[in-house]
């Protein structure tokens, strides 16, 4: 039997490696496998004249227990940024009876948590990508602990607000998917620890909390940047290495470096670079209207604490309970539109792979996809009915809460229990769809698009915050978010925008790269 010779990969002509932005690299790539190279036919040749193409190395060699143990100290790190932001809510009216400030002034500690936690991801995940995560994991964690520390004092209002910028600075850097779990279960746990012992034990507890993550984290979590660890392969040293490392035998996988490893040079650019992304039409559209539906969310469980206060007499243990459905709301939204988006985006390609004559068993490349597969379409289809619900959730809101004729009635809590629910999932759906979305227009920028999403939704929260309480003040409660409904239907537009014009401002960006990529080759970069 003859059999038709595939070229081995240093034959491969060398401009398949760049990245395709049309079908040209999956023909180009088609005809290698199919034992043709583009414009050259190959003869027939003998089973022994065959190339073997070698197998690619593993991407991790972790055996099955230190998978799930680095995903699991990875997932309890995770829950503090979730945590520390909503297990104080409940506790804001003893806060401002204890340090006789008003519930106002309170709610700036909000603010500055927001502030911090924007800006925080910029310099952590830079740093992350550069000199390792097992590092700042540890860096952050310290500056965590020193915040509780400092929090569990809190002689005044003004250690009070310094020390939760810094406690937001600590736990940036700690997010996860299970993020949610713990926004669900923080307020909980802050409603039955400030009702029986005030709110400084709060922050005793995620001292004792974090300290024994940290502790977790200093003996088992390996460093897993693959500049520095590779597949895990390479030999860890210093701060990179795990204490439980150095008292055991080195797995047989575990081998020394062909050159010794050398901390990158750290520099402004790496903070500057997400920042760049702003310049971008379509990533900005999509930050704009995802920051201000993330500030309505904000704005609706930072006043949660004084309007139910207010509206049903609540102490601090069934304030964290009333929590609950904003917490459950975010792990089904985010849940139910994960899925939602994944068949969206199976559809999508299979209709894309139908119209071009492609193999049904050919999978798009999600870190290069091509410039003419419509991506905007794929993720947006499902805003068309998540946006209204959240408009109209947000709009009957604040009347729910407006009228004690309504609110004194036993069981009327059930209502704006379930708007919020609702406020919550539809919001959360949102914020899955705008991060897919940017880190879908930012192939390879994982760490910058994260950093800018958190930065602008951070900063127009903060913003949102600090202007709730004196809008019930002015407007009432309906009134208030009554116009939030309208700021959203204001924004919306942006969404039918980014549908019609975000794949040629994608298009015409890649065609940037591209030629700048070129050019750099050609001058020998």
């Known amino acids: 039997m003859l059999f038709t010779s595939r070229p081995s990969w240093a034959d491969i002509p060398r401009r398949i490696s760049r990245r395709f932005t049309t079908l040209e690299g ?14 050259e036919n190959t003869d027939d040749v003998g089973m022994d004249n065959r190339v073997s193409i070698p197998l690619e190395p593993p991407y991790h060699v972790f055996s099955y227990k230190e998978k799930w143990l680095v995903v699991a100290i990875i997932g309890v790190a995770g829950l503090f940024s979730g945590l520390s932001s909503n297990i104080y809510f409940p506790a804001l009216d003893t806060v401002a009876r204890d340090l006789n400030v008003s519930l106002n002034s309170v709610s700036l500690t909000i603010t500055s948590y927001l502030i ?64 949610n779990f713990s ?75 062909e050159q010794p ?70 792990i089904v939204g985010s849940t139910i539109i994960g899925n939602l988006m994944n068949r969206s985006y199976i ?43 959240f408009i109209l959730s947000t709009a009957l809101y604040g009347f729910s809460l407006a009228f004690p004729a309504f609110t004194s009635r036993l069981g009327w809590i059930a209502i704006p229990l379930l708007l919020q629910f609702l406020i919550a999932a539809t919001s959360n759906a949102v914020f899955a769809i705008n991060q897919t979305m940017v880190s879908d227009l930012c192939p390879g920028k994982g760490a910058s698009s994260t950093a800018i999403n958190n930065l602008v939704r951070c900063s127009m929260g903060a913003v949102g915050v600090s202007l709730i309480e004196q809008m019930i003040i002015l407007m009432g409660s309906g ?21 019609y014009w975000g794949g040629r401002w994608r298009m015409a960006r890649m065609e940037r790269i591209e030629r700048k990529n070129v050019a750099q080759k050609d001058i020998g970069f």
């Open 26 to 39: 999956f023909r180009e790539i088609s005809g290698l496998w199919d034992g043709t190279t583009p414009n």
């Open 116 to 179: 911090i936690q924007g800006v925080s991801p910029l310099f952590w995940g830079s740093l992350s990508d550069t000199i390792g995560r097992r590092q700042i994991y540890i860096y952050s964690f310290l500056v965590y602990i020193i915040a509780n520390i400092g929090l569990s004092f809190s002689p005044n209002f003004i250690v009070l607000l310094i020390f939760r910028g810094v406690q937001a600075a600590g736990s940036a850097s700690t997010v996860s998917i299970v993020r």
């Open 261 to 330: 490893y050398t901390s990158p040079q750290i520099t402004a650019r790496i903070f500057v670079e997400p920042l760049l992304l702003l310049k971008e039409k379509d990533i900005l559209l999509s930050l704009i209207f995802g920051g201000t539906v993330y500030a309505i969310w904000s704005m609706v469980t930072s006043s949660t604490t004084g309007l139910f206060k207010e509206s049903f007499r609540l102490n601090e243990v069934f304030l964290g309970l009333a929590f609950i459905p904003n917490g459950l709301g975010t």
């Open 479 to 499: 009134g208030a978010f009554l116009g939030l409904a309208f700021i959203t239907m204001a924004v919306t537009p942006l969404v039918v925008v980014q549908w």
């Open 347 to 389: 559809e999508a390609e299979k209709a894309y792979k139908q119209r071009n004559s492609l193999p049904s068993t050919y999978t798009l490349p999600k870190k290069s996809l091509p410039a003419d597969f419509q991506i905007e379409h794929a993720r947006l289809k499902h805003m068309k009915w998540i946006v209204p619900l």
């Open 183 to 257: 926004i669900a279960i923080g307020p909980v746990l802050g409603g039955l620890i400030s009702n029986f012992l005030g709110f400084r034990p709060i922050f005793i507890f995620l001292l004792a909390l974090s300290t024994l993550t940290l502790i977790m984290i200093i003996i088992f979590l390996p460093e897993t940047l693959r500049t520095i660890a590779g597949n895990g392969t390479f030999r860890l040293t210093g701060i990179h290495e795990p204490l439980i490392r150095r008292f055991r035998k080195a797995p047989p996988y575990v081998v020394d470096r």
